[in-house]
C-alpha cells in the first residue's frame, strides 16, 4: 500500500513538472509565423544577420537569442511623372 502511494506521489512530481515546463516554453512563445508573401530574416544575438531566411510556415525558434523580422517580398512599382 505504501509503494503504490510512493509511486503514485512520484508521478504527480513528474506530471506537474511537465505541466510547469509546457507552460513555460509557451509563454516565452518560441514558435513564429510567417504568412503567404513574406519572408523572416533571422538575426541572432551571437552571430548577427544569418544569409538564410524563412520562408512561410511555422518555425521554431530560440527566443531568447534568436529574433525573426518578417518582411513583405511583394514588388512594389513606383510610378514617376504622372
Known amino acids: 500500500m505504501e509503494k503504490d502511494l510512493k509511486i ?6 513528474k506530471g506537474a513538472l511537465v505541466i510547469l515546463i ?12 510567417i ?3 513574406e ?3 533571422v538575426i541572432s544575438k ?6 538564410e531566411f524563412l520562408g ?8 531568447v537569442i534568436v529574433f525573426i523580422q518578417i518582411y513583405i517580398r511583394a514588388v512594389h512599382t513606383i510610378l514617376r511623372g504622372l
Open 46 to 51: 551571437i552571430s548577427g544577420v544569418k544569409k
Open 8 to 13: 503514485e506521489q512520484g508521478l504527480i512530481i
Open 56 to 63: 512561410e510556415g511555422l518555425h521554431f525558434v530560440i527566443p
Open 39 to 41: 519572408a523572416g530574416v
Open 22 to 33: 509546457l507552460v513555460l516554453l509557451f509563454m516565452i512563445n518560441p514558435f513564429i509565423v
Open 35 to 37: 504568412g503567404a508573401g
